[in-house]
């Protein structure tokens, strides 16, 4: 198997804001791995919240080139190589999430099938609830980033007919924001405080919230908040609280359970399609409403996520809606819905001359 790194930045459509910080390019590390005729993507974004650079991701992935490139995905599966991988990588995520996207992606090519048809037939989908038509997978929600209020608004009229929205709060008018842009749309909205409340200001704010046809809120409290906090913000919140910084890894869900009423997963950070799935499955045993989010990535990861709808409640799955120029072809996102490429794999290639653009050393 021969192992290929792809660096690039992705431009924004428009900066993009949150409580912690403003971006207008993403970095973007994409793993291609071929074997057999064929080739599979992978992809992660740098996150400076954790710490997580092209050089820094570049790098990891280097040192596991030699296990990777003699690694036989005709006869093992990418869960072997993946727990190789953690080891060896020693729990560093980010990088591990590209390398087991790639190798799902050239595994299911190597036997013609689309990744998730793939699942589907060896049984992963099998469980309660879950649905397997595509006219039933969730829609995806369209992000608003912080700004000024009028920004705000624009971005909403920039993307009218959207089912769902979402948008990102943690200022000081954080309810009157969501007022404001509910006077111009009746779709669903759903709120995420990136870790900006307290639990008094997460309680008072979901009783405002739900009269404002807000779905639930997302990740209120800091990761570190005391167990009480999060406790009492689970029993006295006029509205469901998803977890997503507090839901990093697998060993993270069963301690969502009774904290939070849903758990938000991001491959990036927990290590790819392996173990979100894993996560996934064990959440909705649990009875946590499930929820799948990304980054701002390319149609490279988007693709890769969209993969697992059959096992979503909610999917915010926008990354590369919010970029200007996309050097992947996968799956496409029309006003939240999502549409598969009928290709084997997760169904990406690259867009070559966009790609060349973008292109980084």
Same mark, same amino acid.
């Given at each position: +198997? ?47 919240y954790?710490d ?40 560093? +995520?980010?990088?591990?999430?590209a ?9 299911a ?12 037939r ?13 006219s039933?997978?969730?829609? @995806? ?26 948008i990102?709060?943690g ?39 739900a ?18 906090d999060k406790?009492?913000v ?12 507090n ?10 359970h009774?904290?939070?009423?849903g ?31 990304? +980054? ?6 988007i693709?890769a ?8 409640d ?26 598969? @490429?009928?290709?084997?794999g ?16």
């Amino acid at each position: +198997m021969r192992l290929t790194l792809h660096r690039f930045a992705l431009p924004l459509a428009r900066p993009f804001t949150i409580s912690r910080g403003s971006i207008d390019t993403r970095g973007s590390l994409i793993v291609e791995l071929s074997d057999g005729g064929q080739t599979g993507l992978g992809e992660v974004t740098e996150n400076s919240y954790y710490d997580q650079t092209l050089d820094s991701m570049s790098a990891a992935v280097e040192g596991v080139r030699s296990l990777v490139e003699r690694f036989d995905l005709t006869v093992g599966r990418p869960e072997e190589l993946w727990s190789e991988l953690a080891s060896a990588l020693g729990g560093n +995520m980010f990088p591990l999430c590209a390398l087991d996207q790639a190798a799902h992606d050239l595994h299911a090519r190597l036997q013609g099938l689309p990744l998730r048809a793939l699942w589907s037939r060896d049984g992963l989908f099998t469980l309660p609830g879950v649905a397997e038509a595509t006219s039933s997978f969730p829609d @995806s929600s369209y992000t608003i980033g912080i700004d000024t209020p009028d920004e705000m608004l624009a971005r909403l009229d920039e993307r009218p007919g959207w089912s769902v929205y979402k948008i990102k709060l943690g200022t000081p008018n954080d309810v009157e924001i969501v007022r404001r842009l509910r006077d111009h749309t009746d779709a669903l909205f759903r709120v995420d405080a990136n870790c900006a409340w307290t639990a008094e200001e997460t309680i008072e704010n979901s009783k405002a919230l739900a009269e404002l046809n807000v779905e639930f809120i997302e990740q209120p409290l800091p990761a570190d908040a005391s167990d009480d906090d999060k406790r009492i913000v689970f029993e006295q919140s006029a509205l469901p609280i998803v977890a997503d910084e507090n839901c990093l890894v697998e060993a993270n869900v069963e301690l969502c359970h009774g904290r939070f009423h849903g758990v938000n997963v991001k491959l990036s950070k927990c290590g790819g399609l392996t173990p979100a799935l894993r996560m996934l499955k064990q959440a909705r045993s649990l009875g946590l409403r499930t929820m799948l989010g990304c +980054m701002i990535e390319s149609s490279a990861g988007i693709s890769a996520a969209a993969q697992l709808l059959p096992l979503l409640d909610y999917a915010d799955l926008d990354g590369a809606v919010l970029l200007r120029e996309d050097p992947v072809r996968g799956v496409r996102i029309k006003k939240g819905r999502i549409e598969f @490429s009928m290709r084997p794999g997760t169904g990406v290639e690259f867009e070559t001359e966009i790609a060349n653009r973008l292109r980084l050393p």
